[in-house]
């Protein structure tokens, strides 16, 4: 049984999310395509393949380093308004915490729902605008919830990857208020919003990465 997972583990976990972003690209620049400006999958792209060239030389000193460390890398190679946004949710949520050695799952909800607040602040956008809120939104609120049931690190991870992929179902449903999308009106519903697919991406790539270790901790 997982319950938490240390510096060197956090390190292998974003490095897997990295490979699983990367893989993606295609899939996300065709959804940016139809509504946004098309370049969502190359900057998902280019951040987390620096992210793959420069965090595995990188020496933390506990595991809120490492994600600190790859929102910076996101934050300096991607650029922009995603750089900012993406950056923050590895960021904002561990500036302030006194690191204890090792996560578990409270910890990622706490630290989640700080950067969750940060990105609202600072994006301006809420549920129901067809943003990467919609799918960060929900995930964080599955972390929460799964700790208040007594959950397991791999069931919280389960469930908010579940949540984040239910997010994005839910931007098919709502016209945009933010980005090139919100011009498109109505013409934008049936459509399912890059951002929100990337969150779900992520959380879905940490769900996985912990899963494995928990099979490969039984053997």
Not at 32 to 49: L, P
Not at 55 to 72: C, F, H, I, R, S
Not at 78 to 88: E, I, K, N, P, Q
């Amino acid at each position: 049984m997982i319950s938490s997972i240390d510096c060197g583990q956090c390190k292998e976990m974003m490095l897997y999310v990295a490979d699983k972003i990367i893989e993606s690209e295609p899939y996300l620049t065709e959804i940016d395509s139809k509504i946004g400006d098309g370049d969502h999958g190359t900057g998902m792209k280019r951040g987390f393949s620096a992210v793959k060239k420069e965090l595995p030389a990188y020496m933390p000193k506990d595991p809120e380093d490492v994600l600190k460390e790859t929102g910076t890398i996101l934050l300096d190679s991607m650029g922009g308004a995603s750089g900012v946004l993406f950056g923050t949710v590895f960021i904002s949520g561990i500036t302030k915490r006194r690191s204890k050695g090792t996560l578990n799952l409270n910890d990622f909800a706490e630290i989640f729902r700080t950067s969750l607040t940060s990105l609202k602040q600072r994006g301006k956008a809420s549920v129901g605008d067809k943003t990467m809120v919609d799918a960060y939104e929900p995930a964080v609120i599955a972390l929460e919830k799964a700790v208040q049931e007594g959950k397991t690190l791999v069931h919280g991870f389960s469930e908010a990857a579940k949540a984040a992929q239910d997010g994005v179902q839910y931007t098919k449903t709502v016209k945009a208020r933010f980005g090139r999308a919100k011009y498109f009106g109505e013409k934008a519903i049936g459509l399912q919003d890059a951002g929100a697919t990337s969150i779900w991406i992520i959380f879905r790539s940490m769900s996985e990465w912990i899963s494995k270790e928990k099979e490969e901790a039984a053997l």
